[in-house]
């Protein structure tokens, strides 16, 4: 089955300027994707690779990546109300015009830079073994934030659980909430392409997860998480699963 790696990435984000573009250890954020993407091309996981941005000069600061499509988003669907989806469609499309189609997209959102191939790799063979899911989406094991331990205000300002069902116990340890709660981490949605075109959906009703750890699930959406990542890479935990972007880190330093 062929898959189509798809990078959403549009410029002029408001929250931290150019995010996408924001350098991570003197590396383009974008470009992490773009790495880990064409490393799985090369493993014949993928059939091609797409970066969507509606800026030229997104495309130049990953071309040390070697990455040369000249593909552009239409500004139409780069606003901050164009739904991913949106994007997605028109890819295909663009692909379609030249006889090329795919069974399956996965979407490598750029806020989500750390991933494997041994991931990727998975996340294909999940999909491919299960006909009925209709979405393949990493997700992330909740610890202390976990849904029982949430709290509202209520109307006379004291603390409340927000699960109305639920009275906490005192004390409470993290081992004693049940059953497991998972947050998507946005690091991987793969979904079926004919979904995509016929029902303009990405996740659709059948979403099988895909478990990631604490690492993978690293999502960069305001100032401080770019120094947490930052102080990730600088330490030596995770220094296994950096190695697969060390050839990146060369083509940056030259």
């Known amino acids: 089955m062929s898959t189509l790696a798809f990078i959403p990435a549009r ?12 350098t991570l250890d003197g ?33 130049e600061k990953i071309k040390n990546t070697g990455y040369d499509n000249k593909y552009l988003r239409p500004k139409e669907l780069a606003s901050d109300q164009s739904p991913t989806i949106d994007a997605v469609i028109h890819a295909l499309d663009y692909y379609a015009k030249e006889d090329k189609f795919f069974d399956n997209v996965m979407i490598l959102q750029p806020t989500s830079p750390f991933r494997s191939l041994n991931l990727i790799k998975e996340s294909i063979e999940i999909l491919e073994a299960n006909p009925l899911t209709t979405c393949v989406a990493s997700v992330f094991k909740l610890g202390d934030h976990h849904p029982r331990r949430i709290k509202l205000i209520n109307n006379d300002g ?44 990405i996740r659709g009703s059948h979403v099988r997860p895909i478990e990631v ?34 050839k990146l880190k060369f083509k940056y330093e030259v």
């Open 11 to 22: 410029s002029g984000s408001k929250g931290v300027i150019d995010k996408n573009i924001r």
């Open 27 to 59: 590396i383009p954020l974008l470009a992490y994707s773009v790495h880990i993407a064409q490393v799985c091309n090369e493993h014949g996981l993928f059939s091609d690779v797409l970066v969507s941005t509606d800026s030229l000069s997104y495309l």
């Open 158 to 201: 004291f603390l409340d659980n927000f699960c109305s069902d639920y009275k906490e116990p005192e004390p409470s340890r993290r081992q004693d909430f049940s059953p497991d709660a998972f947050i998507r981490s946005g690091s991987i949605y793969l979904t079926k392409t004919h979904q995509i075109i016929n029902q303009k959906l």
């Open 213 to 246: 750890s604490e690492f993978y699930s690293i999502n960069i959406d305001e100032e401080i998480d770019f120094y947490m990542a930052e102080a990730l890479i600088n330490s030596n935990k995770y220094k296994k699963e950096l190695d697969v972007f060390t």
